[in-house]
């Protein structure tokens, strides 16, 4: 088992914990509550990967959306429809299409 990711804003956390279940790389969250039991004291949610061999791919997913997310102000074009949409829309506004990261 490896801590793959840990951040105090815990959708970041949930946002990718989803992105591995889809992926089939099992996963588990702690620290979620610990502040409950810590008052004053700061505990950021973590996420671990189960299976070391797990590991390399994902790190290879948390790369990608962090990469996905690090980058708003840009404005891109949708593969599908051609529509330009704002840097923060992860889907075109227009068709619906999900932005593809390369974009």
């Given at each position: 088992?490896?801590?793959?990711?840990a951040?105090?804003?815990?959708q970041?956390?949930e946002?990718?914990r989803?992105a591995?279940?889809?992926?089939?790389i099992q996963?588990?969250?702690?620290?979620?509550n610990?502040f409950?039991f810590?008052p004053?004291?700061e505990?950021?949610?973590?996420?671990?990967v189960l299976?070391?061999?797990?590991f390399?791919r994902?790190s290879?997913l948390?790369?990608?959306?962090?990469?996905l997310?690090?980058?708003?102000?840009?404005?891109w074009?949708?593969?599908a429809?051609g529509?330009?949409?704002?840097?923060?829309?992860?889907s075109?506004?227009k068709?619906g299409a999900i932005r593809?990261a390369?974009t």
């Amino acid at each position: 088992m490896k801590m793959l990711f840990a951040s105090p804003q815990s959708q970041d956390v949930e946002l990718l914990r989803n992105a591995l279940n889809e992926a089939g790389i099992q996963c588990e969250v702690r620290n979620q509550n610990a502040f409950a039991f810590f008052p004053g004291a700061e505990f950021y949610p973590e996420l671990w990967v189960l299976n070391e061999s797990d590991f390399p791919r994902a790190s290879q997913l948390r790369d990608a959306l962090l990469k996905l997310g690090s980058s708003p102000d840009k404005s891109w074009i949708c593969r599908a429809c051609g529509e330009e949409s704002e840097g923060q829309f992860s889907s075109c506004w227009k068709c619906g299409a999900i932005r593809e990261a390369s974009t």
